[in-house]
């Protein structure tokens, strides 16, 4: 240990091997947060910082929430944990029930999991066990698009659109993928949703054309993608992908682990778009980030497609352990009353002008060359550094937190999402330390 270890009484470092962590560089100056509470995050060495993140875009409603740790303990200390294959307990099916009410029109049958990278491959098997029940098991097939997240798993890999994430790893033989929709050319510094490109879901023509619609199962895709640097679908484009796949007889699965719980100014992003997909996959928001759980929301005619043959038949040979574990169905009714009571699912569609005006008011600083937007989430893309591309981008994170700013960073791009209790005033103290810093970075 080094004096600042010592000083700060700082945990032995070796042992834990981080995820999705430069381990070496994290070990060798170490940024750990000790509490949080509301906006803000405390670090070790005693500062508040301003959480512009929503820590990893899960808690919608800030941090340290009193009701959700109130309802997980009692919960514990009542029934801490039920077995989730042929046994149930009342909790998860009132959770069930009310994500149905908030849920699109028809999307009201939820399969419970823990992750959102468990999310992505139930509803990827859910999409293949539907069109073998209706006697089109030939479709297996599973479509994502470049620069998409699904999370880690083989399925969501598979599916996923980020190299860093597939080229060490098997991918699903079957897996293809739509074409991005990142046009700087016509659209940089777009407000909100950019005007061009809606015909980039025209590609899924190209895969039906080349595969055979016959052969195709699902199509998934995030309706604002998240992790790649926030990228607001063209206008009209997820209205295209849903017309293609209706006449083709694939199913449409929008990947809402970030978009889910009021991101962008509705429950879910199906609302905020008009697009309803056949799946959505969820997590996060789900608890605020305060404990893990997903739910993966199907049409009720999926989930009744499967729900055939003897009656003492295992439906669907899926599952875990911890499905809708009584402390994370504690954990999600207490946050759901916590959106409903403070109109959280909401806010972002108040909050959002003020929003795109303060992080385009970045458009000059140093480097920048695109600055993207919709409801709750936002992106500032610097431009790389010749031959070291992804310094940029770590040192503004880096300088962001010395600041007093916690944000995100994928390569050159800066990613914000709050927590949606954050006020005007807040917003705009996040993008004046954002604005120092990058005015420091050479
Ligand atoms: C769209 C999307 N899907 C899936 C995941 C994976 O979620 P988890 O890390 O909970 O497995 C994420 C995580 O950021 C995500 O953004």
New binding site residues.
């Given amino acids: 240990m080094n004096d600042i270890s010592d000083r700060l009484n700082r945990p032995d470092l070796d042992a834990f091997w981080m995820p999705f962590t430069a381990n070496r560089q994290f070990k060798a100056d170490p940024r750990l947060l000790v509490s949080a509470k509301g906006v803000h995050y405390r670090t070790e060495d005693g500062r508040e910082v301003i959480d512009g993140a929503a820590g990893?875009?899960c808690v919608n409603a800030g941090h340290g929430r009193a009701e959700i740790a109130t309802a997980v303990s009692q919960q514990l200390l009542t029934l801490d944990y039920a077995p989730s294959f042929q046994m149930s307990h009342p909790l998860v099916f009132d959770l069930a029930t009310e994500l149905a009410k908030l849920a699109p029109a028809g999307l009201d049958r939820v399969f419970f999991t823990n992750?959102?990278?468990?999310?992505?491959d139930t509803a990827l098997k859910i999409a293949l066990a539907y069109h073998r029940a209706k006697g089109q098991g030939q479709r297996t097939r599973l479509i994502g698009r470049e620069k998409g997240?699904?999370?880690?798993g083989f399925g969501?890999i598979s599916v996923g659109g980020l190299v860093n994430n597939r080229r060490a790893f098997l991918t699903l033989p079957g897996a293809e993928h739509l074409g991005h929709t990142v046009d700087l050319g016509r659209n940089a510094f777009s407000k909100g949703q950019p005007l061009q490109g809606a015909e980039r879901a025209d590609d899924l023509e190209r895969l039906v054309a080349l595969h055979g619609a016959e052969t195709i199962a699902a199509v998934i895709v995030?309706p604002v993608a998240?992790?790649a640097g926030v990228l607001p679908p063209p206008v009209g484009y997820l209205e295209r992908l849903r017309e293609l796949c209706t006449k083709h007889g694939i199913l449409l699965i929008f990947?809402?682990?970030?978009t889910g719980f009021g991101r962008l100014g509705a429950p879910f992003a199906a609302q905020y778009f008009g697009v309803t997909p056949d799946i959505m996959?969820t997590?996060?928001g789900l608890t605020n980030g305060a404990f893990?759980m997903?739910a993966v929301f199907a049409h009720r005619d999926i989930h009744d497609a499967l729900m055939h043959g003897p009656q003492n038949a295992i439906e669907f040979f899926h599952g875990y352990t911890y499905s809708g574990h009584p402390a994370a169905c504690a954990a999600a009714l207490a946050t759901l009353e916590i959106y409903r009571r403070e109109g959280l699912l909401t806010r972002a569609a108040e909050l959002s002008p003020v929003w795109e005006a303060a992080v385009h008011d970045l458009r000059d600083c140093p480097h920048v060359i695109d600055i993207r937007n919709l409801g709750m989430m936002a992106a500032i893309e610097l431009a790389p550094r010749h031959e070291a591309a992804g310094t940029r981008g770590y040192e503004a994170m880096v300088g962001a937190l010395k600041a007093g700013a916690m944000v995100r960073f994928t390569g050159d791009t800066l990613a914000f999402s709050p927590p949606l209790i954050i006020t005007p005033e807040q917003i705009e103290e996040l993008f004046a330390i954002v604005r120092s810093v990058l005015a420091q970075i050479a």
Wanted: net charge negative; hydrophobic share 30%.
């Fill in positions: 990893l875009w992750s959102g990278s468990e999310s992505v997240y699904h999370g880690v969501g995030e998240g992790s990947d809402e682990v970030i996959t997590a996060k893990p997903g």
